[in-house]
Nanobody, 126 residues
Framework: QVQLVESGGGLVQAGGSLRLSCTASGLIFYNYAMHWFRQAPGKEREGISCVSWDSIAYYTDSVKGRFTISRDNAKNTLYLQMNSLKPEDTAMYYC????????????????????WGQGTQVTVSS
C-alpha cells in the first residue's frame, strides 16, 4: 500500500521559515516525479513546485526565490524549505507523486497524479 505522509507544518510569523517533509512508502521513490501543491480555504488547489527523479526543480512564480524543493531518494523523502513566508502562503500543503520520474509540461495545472498525501497545515500570521 502506497502512502505519502506530510509533516512539518505549523504556525509561523510572517518572514519566518518552515521545512515540510513528505515521506513515501510502498513505491520505488526514484521512479516518481514529486510535487508540492497547496490549497487555501475557498481557493483551488495550486501547484507550486515539482522535482524530477534526478533533482531538477521547477517553481511557480508565487514561490520562486523563497521556496526550495529537494528530495533524498535514499530516504524516500521529499522536502520543501519555505523562507520569507507571507500570510498569503497560509494553506494546506500536499505532496503528490507522478510515475515516470519527470515533471510534465503542465505539472502545476494537473490534478490527476498517481498518489497524494493527506496534507499538512501551514499558517502564517501577519
Amino acid at each position: 500500500q502506497v502512502q505519502l505522509v506530510e509533516s512539518g507544518g505549523g504556525l509561523v510569523q510572517a518572514g519566518g521559515s518552515l521545512r515540510l517533509s513528505c515521506t513515501a512508502s510502498g513505491l520505488i521513490f526514484y521512479n516518481y516525479a514529486m510535487h508540492w501543491f497547496r490549497q487555501a480555504p475557498g481557493k483551488e488547489r495550486e501547484g507550486i513546485s515539482c522535482v524530477s527523479w534526478d533533482s531538477i526543480a521547477y517553481y511557480t512564480d508565487s514561490v520562486k526565490g523563497r521556496f526550495t524543493i529537494s528530495r533524498d531518494n535514499a530516504k524516500n523523502t521529499l522536502y520543501l524549505q519555505m523562507n520569507s513566508l507571507k500570510p498569503e502562503d497560509t494553506a494546506m500543503y500536499y505532496c503528490a507523486a507522478d510515475f515516470g520520474g519527470y515533471c510534465s509540461g503542465s505539472w502545476w495545472a494537473r490534478r490527476a497524479y498517481n498518489y497524494w498525501g493527506q496534507g499538512t497545515q501551514v499558517t502564517v500570521s501577519s
